[in-house]
C-alpha cells in the first residue's frame, strides 16, 4: 500500500509539542489520572493496580465492549471490535473494500477517512457542503454522487472540522437511500454527545442501519486521547471477523491500563460528558463574543457539535501563511484548512480545553494588533 503523508498529522508533529498555545486541539480536556482514578469503583479501582501487563483478549476486554456496548440499543458486547480509532479506520476499509470499488466521503475531514480508500485502489469521490448554508450536508448531493459500482459512503457527524450536525430528517434520508442500494456505511462519530444544541444528537448508524459501522472511543468526547482506545460496532459480523484476522497483522490487542482505565470512564460517562459539555458551553460563549467583536476579520458558521469550528478568515490570502506566523510570533497554532487539502481561506478552532479563555484572549491582542 502506497499512502501519502497525512497532512494534518505532520503539521500538528511540527507545532503542537513546542507552541506554547494550541488553539486548534479537536479534543476535550483531557483527564489526568488521579483524575480518573477517584472515579473509579473500589473493585475497579483493586483491579487497575493489581493488573498484570500482559496480552489482552484481541476483540478487546469483555467488560469494555459490554460497557461501550451500552451506547447503541439492541447492540452486545459481540457487536464490538475494540483497537485504537486510527486504527480502526484501516482495518474496516482493508476489510471491506476491493481496488476499483468506489467510495463516498465527507469533506474536508480527516484525511485517513478517504485516503486509506485511495491507497487500496478505490475511486473517492468528496461531498462537500455548503458554506452559505451553515456547511449544510445536502443529501440530494450525495444521491447525485452514488455511482454503481459505489461500494461505501464516510460520514463524519458531529462534523470535524466545521461542527455541522444534520437533521434527524436529512439522516434519515441518507440511511434510506444507502439501504435501498445495498452501499455499506462508515459513520465516524467520534464527537457524539458533544452536541451544542439541544436535542440533536443522532441515533448511532449502527442502530438504524444494518450495513452500517460506528466509529467512537475515548479520544474526543471523553478527553482520553492518550488511552488510545476506540472501537467499532456494528450488526455486520463477517466483517467484524474480518477485521480481527487482520488485526493480528497490526497491534494483535490493546493496552491492558488503557482498557481498565476506558472502563472506569465509561462507568462514569455521564459525569464526564456533562463536565465536558459544561466547559464547552463556557468556551463556545466566549467564541461567539470574540468572533461578533471582529467582524471585518472572521465569518463563522456556528457549529452545532463537537468541540471545533471551521471560521474563514477575511482579508488574508492564506491561512497557512499565517498560521506559520503566528505561531513564530505569538507561540500559538492554528490549523489553517490547508491542512485538510480545504484551500487557504478557513482555519480550525478547538475550544475544549480548559485554557480557551486564555489562549483566545492573547489571540485577539495578535490580531487587534494586524488591523
Known amino acids: 500500500m502506497k499512502i501519502p503523508p497525512f497532512t494534518l498529522e505532520r503539521y500538528f508533529a511540527k507545532y503542537e509539542f513546542s507552541a506554547k498555545y494550541l488553539l486548534s486541539s479537536s479534543d476535550c480536556e483531557s483527564l489526568t489520572l488521579p483524575e480518573l482514578l477517584e472515579m473509579a469503583s473500589p473493585e475497579m479501582r483493586k483491579t487497575f493496580f493489581e493488573l498484570k501487563l500482559g496480552y489482552t483478549e484481541s476483540m478487546g476486554h469483555p467488560q469494555l465492549r459490554a460497557e461501550a456496548a451500552n451506547f447503541y440499543d439492541g447492540l452486545s458486547a459481540s457487536n464490538l471490535l475494540v483497537a485504537a480509532p486510527q486504527e480502526i479506520i484501516f482495518l474496516l476499509m482493508e476489510a471491506l473494500l476491493q481496488p476499483g470499488d468506489h467510495v463516498i466521503s465527507t469533506f474536508p475531514g480527516y484525511q485517513s477517512l478517504y485516503e486509506i480508500a485511495r491507497a487500496v485502489g478505490c475511486q473517492v469521490s468528496m461531498w462537500e457542503p455548503d458554506?452559505?448554508?451553515?456547511?449544510?450536508?445536502?443529501?440530494?448531493?450525495?444521491?447525485?454522487?452514488?455511482?454503481?459500482?459505489?461500494?461505501?459512503?464516510?460520514?463524519?457527524?458531529?462534523?470535524?472540522?466545521?461542527?455541522?450536525?444534520?437533521?434527524?430528517?436529512?439522516?434519515?434520508?441518507?440511511?434510506?437511500m444507502l439501504r435501498e442500494r445495498g452501499i455499506y456505511l462508515l459513520s465516524d462519530e467520534m464527537y457524539r454527545f458533544l452536541e451544542i444544541e439541544s436535542g440533536t444528537t443522532l441515533p448511532s448508524a449502527c442502530e438504524?442501519?444494518?450495513?452500517?459501522?460506528?466509529?467512537?472511543?475515548?479520544?474526543?468526547?471523553?478527553?482520553?486521547?492518550?488511552?488510545?482506545?476506540?472501537?467499532?460496532?456494528?450488526?455486520?459480523?463477517?466483517?467484524?471477523?474480518?477485521?480481527?484476522?487482520?488485526?493480528?497483522?497490526?497491534?494483535?490487542?490493546?493496552?491492558?491500563?488503557?482498557?481498565?482505565?476506558?472502563?472506569?470512564?465509561?462507568?462514569?460517562?455521564?459525569?464526564?460528558?456533562?463536565?465536558?459539555?459544561?466547559?464547552?458551553?463556557?468556551?463556545?460563549?466566549?467564541?461567539?463574543?470574540?468572533?461578533?467583536?471582529?467582524?471585518?476579520?472572521?465569518?463563522?458558521?456556528?457549529?452545532?457539535?463537537?468541540?471545533?469550528?471551521?471560521?474563514?478568515?477575511?482579508?488574508?490570502?492564506?491561512?497557512?501563511?499565517?498560521?506559520?506566523?503566528?505561531?513564530?510570533?505569538?507561540?500559538?497554532?492554528?490549523?489553517?484548512?490547508?491542512?485538510?487539502?480545504?484551500?487557504?481561506?478557513?482555519?480550525?478552532?478547538?475550544?475544549?480545553?480548559?485554557?480557551?479563555?486564555?489562549?483566545?484572549?492573547?489571540?485577539?491582542?495578535?490580531?487587534?494588533?494586524?488591523?
Not at 266 to 283: G, P, S, T, V, Y
Open 131 to 176: 458554506e452559505a448554508a451553515g456547511w449544510h450536508f445536502d443529501p440530494a448531493r450525495l444521491a447525485e454522487l452514488i455511482r454503481p459500482e459505489t461500494k461505501l459512503v464516510v460520514i463524519n457527524f458531529p462534523h470535524n472540522p466545521t461542527g455541522y450536525v444534520p437533521s434527524k430528517s436529512d439522516f434519515d434520508e441518507i440511511i434510506g
Open 208 to 371: 438504524a442501519y444494518e450495513k452500517a459501522f460506528t466509529l467512537f472511543g475515548m479520544s474526543k468526547t471523553f478527553g482520553l486521547p492518550g488511552l488510545r482506545i476506540g472501537w467499532i460496532a456494528s450488526q455486520d459480523a463477517p466483517t467484524l471477523a474480518r477485521m480481527l484476522e487482520i488485526k493480528d497483522y497490526t497491534t494483535i490487542c490493546s493496552s491492558a491500563p488503557s482498557e481498565i482505565l476506558s472502563i472506569i470512564a465509561l462507568q462514569n460517562k455521564d459525569a464526564i460528558i456533562e463536565m465536558q459539555n459544561a466547559r464547552l458551553a463556557r468556551n463556545f460563549a466566549l467564541l461567539d463574543d470574540f468572533m461578533a467583536a471582529r467582524p471585518e476579520c472572521f465569518q463563522l458558521n456556528r457549529p452545532r457539535g463537537g468541540s471545533i469550528c471551521f471560521p474563514r478568515m477575511l482579508g488574508v490570502e492564506s491561512t497557512l501563511e499565517f498560521a506559520d506566523t503566528l505561531v513564530a510570533e505569538a507561540s500559538i497554532m492554528l490549523a489553517p484548512s490547508h491542512v485538510f487539502d480545504y484551500g487557504h481561506q478557513h482555519f480550525r478552532i478547538g475550544f475544549g480545553r480548559e485554557n480557551f479563555g486564555e489562549v483566545l484572549a492573547l489571540f485577539g491582542e495578535y490580531v487587534d494588533a494586524l488591523k
